[in-house]
């Protein structure tokens, strides 16, 4: 089997121009990277200036049809959105603390990576959730990136990544997390037993059943209740502490509107960079192209920036419009009425590649009645072909609702779950209300039930 660097290799040198690298990358970036990215570009490229008006068309640059030539194998020019209206400094644009992503990078920086893992290890970081736990597999991962990524390149990256600073990060569940977690700890008793209990004996553990516990690792109740504070004394979510600096900067990259009764998707404009190509320096370029050749490069790099800028802003409007248009009972209803929806779905519906689609749904957000959600959100799986319906969220929704209205006393059971749900005319397996009750992180009624009385007692 080839491996991640050598597909990687034959992959870039077959089809990855400098061009699509950076329109992958831009693609890639979440809308506060995309930010701080052209921050960057304003102050390194002479070429490029804010506080103005962006070109309506790039074809009025000229430099030499040799050293100009679009290596893409073809360059349908696109118009740049309008920028926002007192959008004067790029500064004013990109400001703030730094994100979850941002402190792992920083940490990433100083370390030796050859660049095919770094970019799987660039898309972990980026595809870790607010809690900081990395929810998608090896195959997602593999079609974001558009690249087969072999099972050793993948456990060495996420392994590196499960390395950073804060512990816990990069955690695939709960379990992982609080062992990473205590992998970094003290050798003490506690915490030796503390780390027994959650790999080997978890699922009692989670059901609090300390007469079982004590049967099994033949540890005293005092010994127990120690490596018992031990864990409660670790983070579930480690990447909390980063949680606020996400939030403020969670701008909708669209808005969803309801236009003679259709739900569409359009650009937010406060998400276009104030960025235009600078007409002096482009004629400095005109004038002395012979004694400049440098400038010449960098004027196609600005060049290629602005295209992939609003190849970026242009593909995200129309992923967003056509999920935006499948979903269009979630916007009249909210979750409940989300339906399954793929990668694919969309792919098909805009003409583009699934990996295509990956990369604008992760960190792009879209403003609806029910708050600002992550265009990830609307894809779900599908339920079993012997139980087609509702997408796993509104499923999540309908056993929430349930649940809100039980008596404590007497808790529902899984199948006393699927029961009402049947008689509201969704026919679903007890299996299945199980499958999605762990994943919403709700104890089994037998706890529930533990719970109450513990807490009448």
Avoid at 152 to 176: F, H, K, Y
Avoid at 437 to 446: F, L, N, P, S, W
Wanted: net charge negative; glycine share 6%.
């Amino acid at each position: 089997m080839m491996s991640l660097q050598s597909i990687a290799g034959a992959y870039q040198q077959q089809h990855v121009t400098p061009r699509l690298q950076q329109s992958v990358k831009l693609l890639l970036m979440s809308t506060l990277e995309f930010q701080q990215h052209m921050q960057q570009q304003l102050e390194l490229n002479p070429f490029l200036e804010s506080d103005a008006e962006p070109l309506d068309s790039l074809d009025d640059v000229d430099v030499d049809a040799e050293s100009d030539v679009d290596e893409s194998g073809g360059d349908d020019e696109l118009p740049m959105p309008t920028a926002p209206a007192g959008s004067s400094q790029a500064a004013d644009w990109c400001s703030g603390r730094v994100n979850l992503q941002d402190h792992l990078r920083a940490q990433l920086m100083g370390l030796r990576v050859e660049d095919p893992q770094r970019l799987l290890i660039d898309a972990i970081v980026n595809d870790l959730d607010d809690d900081g736990y990395l929810r998608d597999g090896r195959e997602e991962l593999s079609v974001a990136l558009g690249l087969q990524v072999e099972e050793n390149d993948w456990t060495c990256a996420v392994r590196m990544v499960q390395s950073l600073d804060p512990a816990g990060i990069g955690a695939r569940d709960l379990r992982e997390c609080l062992l990473l977690q205590l992998e970094r700890d003290s050798g003490s008793a506690d915490v030796l037993l503390a780390r027994t209990l959650v790999l080997e004996h978890f699922d009692v553990l989670a059901q609090r059943d300390w007469s079982a516990l004590a049967a099994a690792t033949g540890a005293s109740r005092v010994a127990l209740r120690e490596a018992v504070d031990v864990i409660r004394g670790l983070n579930p979510r480690p990447a909390c502490d980063f949680a606020d600096a996400s939030i403020r900067f969670a701008a909708p990259d669209t808005y969803a509107v309801k236009r003679n009764g259709k739900w569409t998707a359009t650009l937010n404009p406060a998400i276009v960079p104030p960025v235009r190509l600078s007409e002096t320096y482009v004629h400095v370029v005109k004038q002395q192209r012979a004694q400049c050749p440098e400038l010449c490069d960098q004027l196609r790099e600005a060049r290629w920036t602005l295209k992939n800028i609003a190849q970026r802003l242009q593909t995200i409007e129309r992923v967003a419009d056509a999920i935006v248009a499948r979903q269009g009972a979630f916007f009249d209803y909210g979750p409940i009425a989300l339906k399954p929806m793929q990668l694919a779905d969309i792919a098909q519906a805009i003409g583009v590649h699934e990996s295509t689609v990956s990369r604008v749904t992760t960190g792009k957000y879209v403003s609806t009645p029910f708050g600002t959600l992550e265009l990830k959100y609307f894809f779900s799986r599908s339920l079993p072909a012997s139980e087609k319906g509702p997408a796993a969220k509104a499923i999540h929704c309908l056993i929430e609702e349930t649940l809100r209205g039980e008596d404590r006393s007497a808790p529902l059971s899984d199948a006393e779950i699927a029961r009402r749900l049947q008689r509201q005319g969704l026919t679903i397996a007890r299996r299945t209300v199980t499958k999605y009750r762990q994943q919403m992180g709700i104890d089994a009624v037998e706890v529930r039930r533990l719970d109450h009385e513990f807490a009448v007692a």
